[in-house]
């Protein structure tokens, strides 16, 4: 089995004469969450048609569970489910009936469809209202139809684009929480977001687009300590001992001590240092008062990167 | 390049969904009382005009479809308005209304192809007309058995089954042009206009047109050229082509559709009918292009359809 389930090389989309996708190539490893993020009309629902199948490919080369999307759509559609940007359903049809036509699109045998569509409408907690129309349902209850959809279907790789956009903070955490659920079932998943901090906490990997191209890809904090020279920050707060900033920078994965503040430090770090930097600060008899530690976010480093390079010139990171 | 498995996967279940759709939808509801109730009018008229008039009349039953009573039209006259409009209210958002509720990019990430759901689509449409209009038909020939009392012959049966058939075929025709519209424009209203407009261009305009291209674009001294050109040129038209076969079914003492030769009168006594093979044969051209513009219609939307982005 491949270690990979989804794989790009080169991969492009031209519309006349704009380059829409510009030779981009990622990997997606089974059983992550691979964040595709950018502003809008950076090219990442482009990018996902190519993967399913849905738009021509330009150039370039795309596996997606070992099967060109190009040659053999029905066996990648098979073992992917993909939710679109605001999806849509039969709005005259209730919500158990929409999921029957398409478990019967799918070809789910007759006996298993009550019970897949019962599940899955539980798991996503739309049971009381699987026979209510469509048409009453509001974003967020369409948004988890569709993840109920590709529950039932029952999927090596889920694609979402854009699953938060348009919901609530509060229905977005639920939704996000609901797709962490489908990683530990095993699932690959795949989402594209335009809110770079919303989906950071969720993703293992982020590619970050720009006007067509992967600027960035890599764990969070490889980003951050690529772009922003230290991944993490912890925030130390103590009553002033001697040489402390001295001694807090001397910790190794320590980058930088800033000093913001009297008694107030601030360090750059590869890994979370907020033990050693406890001891440091006992030892140097000083007295803590405060240990901090901050994830950076992916906002700040796709602005700084962009400030550090000027357009024109990004260039693969990872 | 081979595409993998089978383009029809998923048909029958795209045929059974739309069908149930168009079936229970208030649109066709409408439509079709629309339909029985001006049908049932005209063939009511034509009864009472037929028992007045035509006491021994070998087709009499024929005649309740073409008989028109002032200030009714006939039966097929009404058929050959009311069908193109049930055909056009059941295709013009059928691709463009999955865009714009955002269905489409969702049923066509299932492993089917494109070519399933326009096909589906369109089966589903011909279907439910196809249950319309033969529901009509026996409506009709009941009535008629009712009465006129006679029951009708087997040939004249034979010859109403083939103008159902027909009827089908033209309704096709409209479907077909109408989906093409609904791939090619976003908005079901524009869909909707365009198609009527058009419609009404081609049953109405252009066979008034076509005599007055005939003599700009063809020598004004050869008359018979002159009457075959603004034929052919009226025959581009479905409507024409729906009418003109009618004609030779449902009237079997049509001898022939274009203009009349010298050579095909010898021998023939004026009024004498047709067997009905001769009858089809007459109007098979005809028959012929209905089928064949449905055809041309509906490869015409699948190939607009096929290059269509999905996204909304
Ligand atoms: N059919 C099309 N023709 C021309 N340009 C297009 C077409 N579809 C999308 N684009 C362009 O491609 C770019 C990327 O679009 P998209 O992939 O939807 O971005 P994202 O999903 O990241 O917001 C946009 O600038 C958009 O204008
Ligand atoms: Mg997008």
Not at chain 1, 62 to 83: F, N, S, W
Not at chain 1, 111 to 131: F, H, T
Not at chain 1, 218 to 225: C, F, I, K, Y
Not at chain 1, 262 to 291: M, Y
């Amino acid at each position: 089995m491949n270690k990979y389930v989804i794989e790009a090389s080169g991969l492009t989309k031209r519309y006349g004469t704009s380059t829409v996708v510009d030779h981009i190539s990622f990997d997606v490893a089974s059983g992550e969450i691979f964040g595709v993020l950018g502003p809008n009309g950076a090219g990442k629902t482009t990018t996902i048609l190519m993967l399913l199948g849905l738009c021509d490919i330009s150039e370039g080369k795309v596996r997606v569970l070992d099967h060109d999307p190009v040659r053999e759509p029905l066996a990648v559609k098979r073992r992917v489910g993909y939710l679109p940007d605001s999806v849509g359903f039969y709005d005259h049809l209730s919500a158990a009936d929409n999921l029957h036509y398409t478990a019967r699109l799918i070809g789910i045998a007759l006996g298993e469809r009550e019970k897949r569509i019962e599940a899955a409408l539980a798991r996503v907690r739309l049971e009381d209202v699987a026979d209510k129309r469509v048409a009453t349902f509001s974003r967020g209850m369409r948004q988890r139809l569709g993840l109920a959809e590709i529950i039932m279907k029952d999927v090596q790789v889920a694609i979402l684009d854009e699953p938060t956009n348009g919901l609530d903070p509060q229905a977005s955490v639920e939704f996000l929480e609901l797709i962490r659920s489908l990683k530990s079932a095993g699932v690959t998943i795949l989402l594209s977001s335009h809110l770079l901090d919303r989906v950071q906490n969720v993703c293992d990997r982020v590619a970050l687009f720009n006007a067509g191209k992967i600027a960035l890809m890599g764990t969070v904090a490889e980003l951050g300590s690529q772009v922003l020279g230290g991944g993490f920050a912890v925030e130390v707060e103590a009553e002033q001992g001697p040489h402390l900033a001295l001694r807090l920078g001397a910790i190794p994965g320590v980058r930088g001590v800033e000093e913001p503040a009297e008694g107030h430090f601030r360090l750059l770090c590869d890994r979370d240092v907020r033990p050693e930097a406890a001891a440091e600060v006992v030892a140097a008899g000083a007295r803590l008062k405060r240990l901090a530690f901050d994830q950076p976010s992916l906002e700040t480093i796709y602005t700084r990167y962009f400030q550090s390079v000027k357009p024109g010139e990004a260039r693969h990171a990872a | 390049m081979r595409r993998e498995g089978s383009p029809w996967r998923g048909l029958g279940v795209v045929v059974l969904k739309e069908l149930s759709d168009h079936l229970t939808s208030a649109r066709m509801r409408v439509l079709e009382w629309l339909v029985v109730l001006t049908a049932l009018a005209a063939v009511y008229a034509a009864i009472t005009q037929v028992r007045n008039v035509t006491a021994e009349d070998p087709f009499l039953f024929l005649r309740l479809f073409t008989t028109s009573r002032d200030p009714l039209p006939s039966f097929v006259s009404f058929l050959g308005f009311l069908v193109p409009l049930m055909a056009i209210g059941l295709g013009f958002d059928a691709v463009n209304g999955e865009h714009n509720h955002r269905t489409l990019s969702r049923i066509l990430s299932q492993p089917i192809y494109r070519d399933a759901l326009l096909f589906g689509k369109f089966l589903a449409g011909l279907a439910t007309l196809s249950i319309s209009l033969i529901a009509l038909w026996l409506l009709v020939i009941g009535l008629g058995l009712i009465m006129l009392g006679v029951p009708p012959g087997g040939e004249e049966m034979a010859r109403a089954m083939i103008f159902l058939l027909v009827t089908i075929a033209y309704a096709g025709v409209w479907l077909a042009l109408a989906m093409l519209f609904s791939v090619v424009f976003r908005s079901p209203a524009t869909a909707a206009l365009v198609t009527l407009g058009l419609w009404l261009f081609l049953t109405v305009i252009w066979p008034a047109l076509a005599p007055g291209i005939a003599e700009a674009f063809l020598p004004a001294d050869n008359q018979a050229l002159l009457v075959t050109g603004a034929q052919m040129l009226a025959r581009l038209s479905p409507s024409t082509l729906f009418g003109e076969t009618v004609l030779a079914l449902l009237d079997p003492s049509t001898r022939t559709l274009g203009p009349v030769y010298l050579s095909q009168l010898q021998g023939a006594v004026m009024g004498a009918p047709l067997p009905l093979g001769e009858s089809v044969l007459i109007a098979w051209p005809q028959i012929v292009g209905l089928v064949a513009a449905t055809i041309i219609l509906f490869v015409a939307g699948y190939v607009a359809f096929q290059r269509q982005e999905v996204r909304a």
